[in-house]
């Protein structure tokens, strides 16, 4: 699922850079998502933090609905094997989830771990409070205001689950 098409309520928008500004309602051209399967996704992604007791405290910040994933792969070493020490970890963030504007993706190669730490590097624990920095710094930059919306508050990835999506 490309998020940049879900975080647009299902039309194509081209990536922009931060310090260009420009109207999204204007570049909503081709729909090649219904509106409703959006927001479904998209309450899947903001339900990744604010239900999730691992990733969802790493990324939260009061006052501000945000949505996400994680992602880990391992690498892979010249042999075409995979190393068992040696990953990508990424973590994607879409604010303000209840009218996305901003999308923040991280991804670092082979993270290293703390020599006192027996923690495995994920997207949750490398990615996640890296892009909640970033988000934080952008809400600073860009004085935005708060934005809770109920509707998402209320994120339960059971009552989103209906028969037009998946099977239970």
Same mark, same amino acid.
């Given at each position: 699922m490309d998020i940049n098409l879900?975080?647009?309520?299902?039309?194509?928008?081209?990536?922009?850079?931060?310090?260009i500004f420009l109207d999204i309602s204007k570049l909503k051209?081709?729909?090649?998502?219904?509106?409703?399967?959006?927001?479904?996704?998209?309450?899947?992604? #903001? /339900?990744?933090?604010v239900k999730t007791e691992f990733t969802g405290p790493r990324v939260k910040i009061d006052g501000y609905n945000i949505g996400g994933k994680t992602g880990t792969s391992e690498l892979i070493d010249p042999e075409g094997k995979y190393?068992?020490?040696?990953?990508?970890?990424?973590?994607i963030g879409v604010f303000p989830i209840n009218n996305p504007r901003y999308i923040v993706y991280t991804a670092i190669e082979y993270p290293k771990r703390p020599d006192d730490s027996k923690q495995r590097m994920t997207g949750a624990v490398v #990615? /996640?409070?890296?892009?909640?920095?970033?988000?934080?710094?952008?809400?600073?930059?860009?004085n935005l205001p708060s934005n809770i919306d109920n509707k998402f508050l209320k994120a339960d990835i059971k009552e989103f689950y209906r028969l037009d999506y998946a099977f239970l």
């Open positions: 879900t975080g647009s309520i299902g039309s194509l928008v081209g990536p922009a850079v931060m310090s051209k081709n729909i090649l998502l219904k509106s409703d399967s959006s927001e479904y996704f998209l309450s899947l992604l #903001n /339900a990744v933090i190393y068992k020490d040696r990953n990508m970890t990424s973590f #990615n /996640a409070p890296l892009v909640k920095k970033i988000i934080f710094e952008m809400i600073k930059i860009l």
